[in-house]
C-alpha cells in the first residue's frame, strides 16, 4: 500500500485495510511516500487509523530517517518497522532499533546482493526483497517476501512457487478487486501450502436433519452478539470454506445465497464451531453494516420477557463508560465533572491521573481489597479521560495487549 496524503492510490486506507483482512490478505505493507517531515506526521496518523481497521500484521517503511520514526510506526500499531538497507542511515540504526524495540519489530528491504548481511537474523525478523523474483540471493532463515511487479494470478503463483519466497507483495493487490481467497485457491490447487479456511470435521462428520440441512447460529467475533440464523447445506459448507464469506442455504428460495451478494452486508468468517452433538454449527464473524433485512443490527431486535439486571463484562462496561465520556467531550453537560476535566485541559487530566495512581498504590498497601478496588475503579475512569482526550479507544489498548 502506497501511503499518500493519508490515502493509498486516492483510496480510503482504513477501509482497504478492512477489506484486505476480510477477503483473506495475510498483511499489509505500507510504504509511507511522504516528502516532508509534516506529510509524514499525517501518514502516520493514518497509519494508525489502517492498523485499527486491520486485523492482520501490518509493516511500514518508507519515510524513515531517525529512531524516532520507527518508535512512531511502531506505536501506530505496525507490527513491523520497514528498514531499508539501500539508505545508509538505516544500515547504521539497525543495531539500535533492533535492541531498543525487538528483532521481532524489525523488517528489512533489499534491492541488491550487495545489501546482504551476516546480522540480519540478529537484527531482523522478515526479509522484503524487491530484486529479481525469479532469484533471491539470501540463503539465511528469515522468511522472504518477493515485493514483485506480478500483474496477475498466474504471475503470482509463478512467484510463490520459487522456494527462497513465503510470500508477495505486489501493487495487484492494492485494490478491493482483488479476490485473495479465489488466488489461494488456485494456489493451493497446484500444490503450494497457503493460509486458507480448513475445517477439521468433514461434512460427513455432521449431522444434518433429514432435508440436508444444518442450522447455523451466526455471532459478531467481537461482541459475541447473535445476529442471526440461517442453514447450510453441504455445498453452502464447501463455499463458505472456499470464499471465506458465509453462504446458506434458502429453504424459501430452494437457492444457495451468500450473505451480502446484493446488500453488500457480507459475512466474513473468523470461526465455525461444531456443537457436541454434530448437529450445529456456531458461526463468528466479521459482519458489515446490519445482519437483519429490516436494517437491524441482528435479527433479534424484539423483547418477549426482559428483567432487568446489570451486565458485569468486562469489556461491555469498560466501552459503556467510555463513550458516555466521549459523548461529554463531543455534548458538553453543564455541570459534569468529566466536561469540568476537559474544560482545563490535558494537564489538569494528567494531574489528576497521577494522583489516582498514587492513591492505588497507598491503596494496595492495605490489605482490605475494597478499598482497592474503589481507589482502582477512580485510577481507570480518570484514564479513559486521558484515552478520550486523547484519542485511545478500548479496542488501540485490547490490540496492543493481545500483541504482547
Known sequence: MPLKGKTVGGQDGAALARF????????????????????HEENIK????????????????????????????????????????????????????SGRFGREKIAFSLSDESQLSRTLEEWGSLLLWSGSDRRCPYQGELPVISLSPAASDDAVIEVLS?????????AYFSSEAADFMDLKGK??????????????????????????????????YQTSEVLMLAYMNEEAFDTTLQTGKMTYWSRSRSELWTKGMTSGHFQYVKALVVDCDNDTILAKVSQVGPACHTGN?????????????????????????????????????????????????????????????TELVIAAKNPDPEEIKYELSDFLYHAMVLMAERGVTWEDITAELANR
Not at 520459487?162 to 505486489?170: E, L, M, Q, Y
Request: some cysteine; glycine content about 6%.
Open 20 to 39: 484486505y483482512s476480510d477477503n483473506g490478505a495475510d498483511g499489509i505493507l505500507i510504504f509511507d511516500l511522504s516528502d516532508t517531515d509534516e506529510e
Open 46 to 97: 493514518a497509519m494508525k487509523e489502517i492498523c485499527r481497521a486491520a486485523e492482520i500484521p501490518v509493516y511500514a517503511g518508507g519515510h524513515i530517517r531517525r529512531v524516532e520514526d520507527v518508535k512512531k510506526i511502531l506505536y501506530a500499531g505496525c507490527s513491523k518497522a520497514v528498514l531499508n538497507f539501500g539508505r545508509e542511515s538505516n544500515v547504521e540504526m539497525a543495531e539500535e532499533v
Open 297 to 357: 443490527r441482528t435479527c433479534f431486535y424484539r423483547n418477549m420477557v426482559k428483567k432487568d439486571y446489570d451486565d458485569t463484562n468486562p469489556l461491555h462496561v469498560f466501552e459503556k463508560v467510555y463513550q458516555v465520556i466521549l459523548d461529554r467531550k463531543l455534548h458538553p453537560k453543564e455541570g459534569s465533572y468529566t466536561n469540568y476535566l476537559f474544560d482545563k485541559g490535558i494537564d489538569k487530566i494528567l494531574k489528576k491521573v497521577g494522583e489516582e495512581a
Open 187 to 220: 494456489a493451493a490447487a497446484r500444490g503450494l501450502r497457503m493460509n486458507v479456511l480448513e475445517s477439521s470435521f468433514a461434512w460427513e462428520d455432521l449431522k444434518p436433519a433429514r432435508d440436508g440441512l444444518i442450522p447455523v447460529v451466526v455471532q459478531d
Open 162 to 170: 520459487n522456494k527462497c519466497f513465503t510470500g508477495i507483495a505486489s
